[in-house]
């Protein structure tokens, strides 16, 4: 006995239909629509994160406590301070470190020493007229 393939009844017609569907569609998937479905709307007029304007370029530059003291964030100006050996933009930061800011006493100033020390007394900037503080004669523990 054989095998035969009777196709002159509708059903079994459509049932072979069904099966060589379902198998092209399962040997052969469908691609994935790839191309966006609009234009997204931050990209119609060019790039949206680029900035409004790029922040100056600051140079490497040498820093005195004479140099500094103009830094100290009064008149809305920029606010620097030193802490061993190295300068910190703390503009940003104008709530703590500007005039009337937690940190106000330390802005424009040498601040290595009052924050080895935990101190904001004014003792602890370095003088004006005396070179960055190196915490030389401080030991591991305080520094």
């Given at each position: ?8 009844t ?13 198998v092209q ?33 600051l140079?490497?530059q ?27 933009d ?10 009337d800011g937690m940190?106000?006493?330390?802005a ?9 020390k ?6 602890m900037?370095?003088p004006?007229?005396?070179?960055l503080?190196?915490?030389e004669?401080l030991?591991q523990?305080e520094?």
């Open positions: 006995m054989g095998l035969s393939l009777d196709f002159g509708p059903i079994n017609t459509a049932l072979l239909v069904y099966i060589l569907y379902s569609k399962i040997v052969f998937p469908p691609l994935p629509d790839l191309a966006p479905k609009s234009v997204p709307a931050e990209f119609k007029d060019g790039y949206s994160w680029m900035p409004q304007s790029h922040p100056p370029t140079l490497y040498t820093y005195t406590p004479k140099t500094l003291v103009k830094y100290d964030g009064k008149d809305g100006g920029r606010i620097l301070l030193a802490i061993n050996g190295m300068v910190f703390v503009t940003a930061g104008r709530n703590f470190y500007g005039p940190y106000g006493n330390f424009g100033r040498d601040a290595s020493r009052g924050m080895a935990q101190s904001f007394a004014v003792e900037l370095t004006i007229d005396q070179p503080d190196k915490l004669d030991d523990e520094v």
